[in-house]
């Protein structure tokens, strides 16, 4: 018996209708979603740490979730994680050509525009109401995530600026135009103009190929380290600073100094 089969054997028993866990009994797929986007971001986050001794116990966890699903489908009769494993293998040889088949690319490139018409023929194929540009994008991804897809999307019909410099007019342009709905204190219309402003800030940063999400989860993680910081110079009373603006200010500029040496 291999690891996969021990894995397999432990969830099956988990899930057992008599001697199983009660918690893992009642999981739904719809139940285990935020479990596995949690996994999914630990994953990333030990890889951004480096912490790379840790990797293979994060990776277990998000593997556990995919075995999971499976076994519900299982039990149900739907499929099996052999399926999975199958579609995955299909899936991979098919949008491979190049190294399974005699089609030839040379650079990651040209991989990135095969792989994206390859997906664009299945979804063609697969549903024939799918032939928008944009179809085929998630709607459960983070928005952040799904922002930045669609931009690349319409990058690849031309519908792009011709490099970062327009984007960043377009910033200033979205600045202006918050602050001006600000004035009118519409709490719809100031949801409305940030999220373009949020949508242009995604867009530079596909131009500048810089990962968005993960520019955004290290500014939160460096901002957290500059409160805990002034969190040590200043008093707290009932879960408040127990100070002044200007202190606090001063608290945190320390704190930006500490961090820098």
């Avoid at 690891?3 to 028993?13: F, N």
């Avoid at 009660?22 to 979603?33: F, H, I, M, N």
């Avoid at 940063?205 to 520019?215: F, K, N, S, T, V």
Wanted: aromatic share 6%; proline share 3%.
């Amino acid at each position: 018996m291999n690891a996969l089969d021990d894995l397999l054997q432990i969830m099956r028993k988990l899930r057992d209708k008599e001697s199983g866990c009660p918690w893992d009994r009642e999981q739904t797929y719809a139940s285990l979603v935020p479990h596995t986007l949690e996994e999914a971001y630990e994953v990333a986050e030990t890889i951004e740490e480096n912490q790379l001794d840790k990797l293979p116990d994060e990776l277990g966890d998000l593997l556990f979730q995919v075995v999971f699903y499976s076994q519900i489908a299982s039990e149900e009769q739907r499929f099996t994680l052999d399926t999975v494993i199958s579609h995955i293998c299909d899936k991979l040889t098919r949008r491979h050509p190049h190294v399974f088949g005699e089609e030839k690319i040379e650079t990651a490139e040209e991989q990135t525009l095969a792989w994206e018409q390859h997906k664009k023929n299945e979804r063609l194929k697969s549903a024939t109401s799918m032939t928008g540009l944009l179809d085929g994008i998630s709607l459960a991804l983070p928005a952040l995530s799904r922002a930045t897809k669609v931009q690349r999307r319409a990058a690849r019909a031309g519908f792009d600026w011709p490099d970062y410099r327009g984007v960043v007019e377009k910033i200033h342009e979205e600045l202006d135009e918050v602050k001006e709905v600000l004035v009118e204190k519409n709490q719809q219309r100031i949801e409305e103009e940030l999220g373009d402003l949020l949508f242009s800030c995604v867009n530079l940063c596909r131009h500048l190929e810089i990962d968005g999400e993960r520019a955004l989860r290290k500014a939160t993680r460096k901002f957290e380290g500059r409160f805990r910081g002034i969190e040590g110079m200043l008093e707290i009373d009932n879960g408040k600073f127990n100070a002044t603006p200007e202190e606090m200010e001063e608290a945190w500029q320390q704190s930006k100094q500490y961090e820098k040496e």
